[in-house]
T-cell receptor, first 110, second 120 residues
Framework: SQKIEQNSEALNIQEGKTATLTCNYT??????LQWYRQDPGRGPVFLLL?????KEKRKERLKVTFDTTLKQSLFHITASQPADSATYLC?????????FGRGTSLIVHP | GAGVSQSPSNKVTEKGKDVELRCDPI?????LYWYRQSLGQGLEFLIY????????KSGLPSDRFSAERTGGSVSTLTIQRTQQEDSAVYLC??????????????????FGAGSRLTVL
């Protein structure tokens, strides 16, 4: 069955450093991959989308890579800030229903 | 409206009671999704609507769960005879009309804040 893995342990980093979050998947060939941010008590908010034929996407301080051979996506936040602290979810899709990972909590310390 | 609205934001009920959760999607979004998020778990897909039809209800955990959508807008998720394992945050999301299954559509979902259900 399809499986999406995100590190369940929280990632703690110092302000100003680059945060890198990983999303691995198996038994799946997604046409696209999305990253969402979720704050406590709120629904996920869309951040970035990358398609299977794209290697990298950037938006401001965010960068996403998508390696369909490794079946992995990396999500980078450069010059991280305490306000970036949240849970980050990856979602894979090939049609109209994205499948979500459990998310990784990021904590940026001042 | 400007965003996806869900109500109630919190619901505490006793085991065996029925509950209704409401979702008001973004105006013009024809696709509507219900997901469930339990503590420490990922988002579990429940049901998808395109217009008023539900082409995929494969995620509904049991026949105690049902959902409908009327007027291509508001959706209601009903849980009958609630059980303690139904306790979770129920999230609704909407998106613009997607491409057909197997295509390369890449729906961006806009989520509501969720309805937290606690079954005692």
């Amino acid at each position: 069955s399809q499986k999406i893995e995100q590190n369940s342990e929280a990632l703690n980093i110092q302000e100003g450093k680059t945060a890198t979050l990983t999303c691995n998947y198996t038994n799946y060939s997604p046409a696209y991959l999305q990253w969402y941010r979720q704050d406590p008590g709120r629904g996920p908010v869309f951040l970035l989308l990358i398609r299977e034929n794209e290697k990298e996407k950037r938006k401001e301080r965010l960068k996403v890579t998508f390696d369909t051979t490794l079946k992995q996506s990396l999500f980078h936040i450069t010059a991280s800030q305490p306000a970036d602290s949240a849970t980050y979810l990856c979602a894979l899709g090939g049609g109209y229903i994205p499948t979500f990972g459990r998310g990784t909590s990021l904590i940026v310390h001042p | 409206g400007a965003g996806v609205s869900q109500s109630p934001s919190n619901k505490v009920t006793e085991k065996g009671k029925d509950v209704e959760l409401r979702c008001d999607p973004i105006s013009g979004h024809t696709a509507l999704y219900w997901y469930r998020q339990s503590l420490g778990q990922g988002l579990e897909f429940l049901i998808y609507f395109q217009g008023n039809s539900a082409p995929d209800k494969s995620g509904l955990p049991s026949d105690r769960f049902s959902a409908e959508r009327t007027g291509g807008s508001v959706s209601t998720l009903t849980i009958q005879r609630t059980q303690q394992e139904d306790s979770a945050v129920y999230l609704c999301a909407s998106s613009l009309a997607p491409l057909s299954a197997g295509g390369t559509g890449a729906n961006v979902l806009t989520f509501g804040a969720g309805s937290r259900l606690t079954v005692l």
